[in-house]
């Protein structure tokens, strides 16, 4: 098996274990297409990422739009804790889950933006009205709305060339969504489970795997692609 591993913006190469078939690669954080694309013309089985979980996503964005998710073991070395780590239990600098652990396959949620989701988004505060499927989970104010991958999602089918194929059941799930109020004690959660949350409210910005959007925006759609990320975790 050959790996290619990615060294995302300043991180510590001292810390990288070397062996056979594991290729080591610098490149910035949240690398981009002219970053990546010649890296994965030429990778193998497994493709490691070592940095942020902001460049975790975009890794995947870019398997995703060059047909990769299928291809490749996904492996993620945290460089601190993150809403990633804590879904897939990773540790902090565990190069040895990323490099052998056999793949699971994992929820990935992708919105109408463009982009994907690995670990959080983020609208604090929100005022409007939030459906996770056909539940209304908002209709007001709250302090946030988070949404994140279900770690305990049921996984879906690998995808054949049989056309038939494309008549099973879509996915029921896929996210959580959580919705923070303030009681009067203490902050109200709730979590609702679906496969798609569609947000409309007072323009706000919205943050996705520790970056803010580029603007703010008045809504936002989350939802579960057709396809599961093969991670190692």
């Not at 942020?52 to 299928?70: G, P, Q, S, Y």
């Not at 505060?125 to 939030?130: K, L, N």
């Not at 994140?148 to 995808?159: F, G, V």
């Amino acid at each position: 098996m050959s790996t290619t591993a990615l060294s995302c913006g300043n991180v510590d190469r001292a810390t990288h274990p070397s062996g056979d078939g594991v290729r080591w690669f610098d490149v910035p954080a949240t690398p981009g297409r002219e970053d990546l694309d010649p890296l994965l013309a030429t990778a193998g089985d497994r493709l490691v990422v070592h940095g942020t979980d902001a460049d975790l996503a975009a890794v995947v964005l870019r398997l995703l739009r060059k047909n990769r998710l299928a291809d490749l073991v996904i492996g993620y070395v945290p460089v601190a804790e993150s809403p990633v780590a804590r879904l897939r239990g990773l540790a902090v600098g565990d190069f040895d889950r990323a490099l052998t652990a056999a793949p699971r396959p994992a929820a990935l949620i992708r919105d109408d933006s463009g982009g994907v989701l690995l670990g959080a988004g983020l609208i604090e505060p929100i005022t409007g009205q939030v459906y996770c499927d056909d539940e209304q989970v908002l209709n007001g104010s709250a302090m946030s709305i988070e949404v994140s991958p279900d770690p305990a999602a049921t996984p879906l089918p690998e995808s054949t060339s049989d056309p038939l194929s494309s008549t099973l059941e879509p996915a029921t799930d896929g996210l959580l969504v959580t919705t923070v109020r303030r009681g009067l004690l203490r902050r109200r959660r709730e979590i609702t489970r679906g496969r798609a949350v569609q947000a409309s409210f007072r323009s706000a910005t919205v943050r996705h795997d520790g970056l803010a959007h580029p603007r703010p925006v008045e809504k936002w759609v989350w939802y579960r692609h057709t396809e599961d990320l093969r991670l190692a975790w």
